[in-house]
């Protein structure tokens, strides 16, 4: 855990990389430091209000924004000379899901300057044990899927088996059927299923959905057991269940028809826009019709692109990258026209949301300061719709990362934080 309040090291931060380049290793012990939240004096530098970097100081008191000056001032941290932008959020990985994974990864995430995490197929009992280590000033802040909808027979089940496989465990399906996931093939299956679902009162619900328009072909072909989905027949129920329990409800697709099937049964958020060609559909096949766009837009839909993910499949099939990157290209120009809200995910085990907003500029379809803007404004705000967070202002949650360059301008930048200050406590090394 990265939690210091040490008055002396403040001005020296202001200095001091954050850290390391990615890939490097350093070493060295590192202690964890608790004291009461002191009385900041963030003065000068440059803060973005979502459109540009503008001069300002604040002062962060009990872990809160205010122009009003303190009677006592505990810490004063020089800015002058850096860049401030709110934290970023990373709408869609899976490397806190388990105790090893948040061990390994969650000061990671705190080092990139990334403070806000949604984990899109988590289960309550995995999490039970370690999601009290993350939350809070110091740490990450995270939002689970707690329950993952899929069929008896579909993803992740063949991600698990091959995994089991692999390390030499038995592969044996019962082992992860409505325990790592609950499978849902029938109306019956959900009203058998929902009581356990609903108890541990989920704030986001994940469903998958792969390719359902031919789902009775998909049955037909071995190759394809533990990598097919739920019916999207029943989403509509699933949505309602959902809402009565205070959950979004969040799918996995595989196509644009899924995307329109799963728009039409009224999920809230799309974890993907179709980075693949999967098999046996073609490039057209991802591209999103202007009914769904505008169906998203009326519905208040939220987009997930994970562009970044694409570069797995494309290692694998460079012939594709041409025609895969213009389809996304034109779905994101499409969407982002029509007011369609889009969030930063990455959906990057060994990455993060940086790899994705290098990504998306790589689409052309976003300024810098759109990006940082989807990454440090609309993206948390989304994850956590009842924090002030995201921006510069009175009362707003008093946490920063400053950088040494302006980003709009470099957005490499983003891998070499300078400072970061999460609700009025100091991290650093």
Avoid: C
Wanted: proline share 6%.
């Amino acid at each position: 855990m990265l939690r210091f309040i040490v008055p002396a090291l403040a001005m020296l931060l202001a200095s001091a990389p954050l850290a390391a380049e990615e890939g490097e290793i350093t070493g060295g012990p590192r202690i964890a430091v608790t004291l009461p939240k002191p009385t900041l004096s963030l003065e000068g530098g440059r803060w973005f209000d979502g459109q540009r970097f503008v001069e300002d100081s604040w002062y962060s008191v009990d872990g809160k924004l205010t122009r009003k000056r303190p009677p006592r001032i505990d810490v004063r941290v020089n800015l002058q000379g850096q860049y401030m932008i709110p934290p970023l959020a990373d709408a869609h990985n899976h490397n806190l899901q388990n105790a090893w994974s948040a061990s390994t990864f969650a000061e990671d995430y705190l080092r990139r300057g990334i403070f806000y995490s949604a984990q899109l197929a988590a289960n309550t009992e995995e999490i039970a044990g370690h999601r009290g280590l993350l939350g809070g000033p110091g740490r990450v802040d995270v939002l689970w899927a707690e329950a993952t909808l899929s069929s008896s027979d579909g993803h992740p089940l063949g991600l698990a088996l091959a995994g089991a496989k692999q390390a030499g465990m038995p592969a044996n399906p019962g082992d992860y059927i409505d325990k790592a996931f609950w499978a849902i093939d029938s109306l019956a299956d959900l009203d058998a299923k929902w009581p356990k679902i609903a108890e541990s009162r989920p704030k986001l619900v994940k469903v998958i959905v792969v390719d359902d328009a031919h789902a009775a072909a998909q049955r037909q072909d071995p190759s394809s057991y533990g990598l097919r989905g739920m019916s999207t027949a029943l989403l509509p129920q699933v949505v309602e269940r959902a809402r009565a329990v205070g959950a979004r409800v969040a799918a996995h697709v595989d196509s644009a028809d899924d995307i329109a099937r799963v728009v039409a049964a009224g999920v809230d958020i799309v974890a993907h826009l179709n980075t693949r060609i999967p098999a046996g559909l073609s490039v057209s096949d991802l591209r999103l019709s202007d009914a769904t766009i505008a169906e998203m837009k009326r519905r208040n839909t939220v987009m997930i692109p994970t562009v970044a993910v694409s570069r797995y499949y494309l290692m694998a099939h460079p012939e594709d990258r041409e025609a895969l990157m213009a389809v996304i290209a034109d779905n994101l120009a499409r969407l982002k026209s029509a007011g369609v809200p889009i969030l930063t995910g990455s959906d990057l085990f060994d990455g993060s949301v940086i790899d994705e907003i290098e990504a998306l500029d790589g689409t052309k379809v976003f300024s810098p300061a759109e990006l940082l803007r989807l990454a440090t404004t609309t993206t948390p705000q989304a994850i956590f719709p009842h924090r002030n967070i995201g921006n510069f202002s009175e009362g707003a949650e008093a946490s920063l990362v400053a950088y040494a360059t302006d980003p709009t301008r470099n957005l490499g930048v983003l891998r070499r934080p300078q400072i970061a200050i999460k609700q009025g406590e100091i991290l650093a090394r």
